[in-house]
């Protein structure tokens, strides 16, 4: 596979073939690629809701009728959508988890290496939460790694997206109860194929000059 020809195809959908669904398998592989994607220190700070059913995507459609009602047909014309959410705050219970976690997948060789691995989070952690008092804007940066990585896969996979921050985040952390589990909606991806009002599928991809984004040293 030439993954910069994908890279080149794919383009923001703005209009989806309702009536075209994603198999089950292909979903399957984009739900594995956003669990493995990568984050700083290994930190995985997000959680992602994954809405296939016309209910569940109605729910997340309220979001962008309070204000954006722009994006509410692409969430409902989908095929499937998913929020991409980032924890708001360090969680103790949840680093634990990711430290057990890396032992059971057999990362550590011996006792020393899980504690190296454990104080090189917490130092990361603590100088984002006491030092530079930025983790909502450090965990976010994360999650739009996770984001990066499920629009590429869906690209090589033949699959339309549509990333969207024009969405009532208080509408949705709401009505996904969010908060309340510690997270707060980040970005809504809508995922599925073209229909035949998808004006951006005939348009050229644009994008700067490799002289210009570019500097050899």
Same mark, same amino acid.
């Given at each position: 596979?030439?993954?910069?020809?994908?890279?080149? /195809?794919?383009?923001?959908?703005?209009?989806?073939?309702?009536?075209?669904?994603?198999?089950?398998?292909?979903?399957?592989?984009?739900?594995?690629?956003?669990?493995?994607?990568?984050?700083?220190?290994?930190? /995985?700070?997000?959680?992602?809701?994954? !809405?296939?059913?016309?209910? $569940?995507?109605?729910?997340?459609?309220?979001?962008?009728?309070?204000?954006?009602?722009?994006?509410? !047909?692409?969430?409902?014309?989908?095929?499937?959508?998913?929020?991409?959410?980032?924890?708001?705050?360090?969680?103790?219970? /949840?680093?634990?988890?990711?430290?057990?976690?890396?032992?059971?997948?057999?990362?550590?060789?011996?006792?020393?290496?899980?504690?190296?691995?454990?104080?090189?989070?917490?130092?990361?952690?603590?100088?984002?939460?006491? $030092?530079?008092?930025?983790?909502?804007?450090?965990?976010?940066?994360?999650?739009?790694?996770?984001?990066?990585?499920?629009?590429? $896969?869906?690209?090589?996979?033949?699959?339309?997206?549509?990333?969207?921050?024009?969405?009532?985040?208080?509408?949705?952390?709401?009505?996904?109860?969010?908060?309340?589990?510690?997270?707060? !909606?980040?970005?809504?991806?809508?995922?599925?194929?073209? $229909?035949?009002?998808?004006?951006?599928?005939?348009?050229?991809?644009?994008?700067?000059?490799?002289?210009?984004?570019?500097?050899?040293?």
């Amino acid at each position: 596979m030439d993954i910069v020809s994908k890279a080149k /195809q794919r383009h923001t959908i703005k209009s989806y073939d309702r009536e075209r669904k994603i198999p089950d398998d292909v979903i399957d592989q984009l739900r594995e690629l956003l669990r493995v994607a990568p984050s700083s220190v290994n930190s /995985q700070p997000w959680h992602f809701v994954v !809405a296939s059913t016309a209910e $569940g995507k109605e729910r997340i459609a309220k979001a962008a009728e309070a204000g954006f009602q722009y994006n509410a !047909a692409k969430i409902r014309d989908a095929s499937h959508v998913i929020v991409l959410a980032t924890r708001v705050a360090p969680s103790e219970e /949840q680093l634990a988890a990711v430290l057990a976690r890396e032992e059971y997948d057999g990362r550590f060789v011996n006792d020393a290496a899980k504690a190296s691995q454990n104080a090189a989070r917490l130092s990361y952690t603590n100088l984002h939460r006491f $030092g530079q008092k930025d983790v909502p804007y450090w965990y976010e940066k994360q999650t739009y790694l996770a984001l990066g990585t499920l629009l590429l $896969g869906a690209a090589a996979l033949d699959v339309g997206a549509t990333p969207m921050e024009g969405f009532n985040a208080e509408v949705l952390d709401q009505e996904l109860g969010l908060r309340d589990k510690g997270f707060a !909606a980040t970005v809504i991806v809508s995922l599925g194929y073209s $229909g035949a009002e998808d004006f951006n599928a005939k348009l050229p991809k644009s994008r700067l000059a490799a002289e210009v984004v570019f500097t050899d040293i």
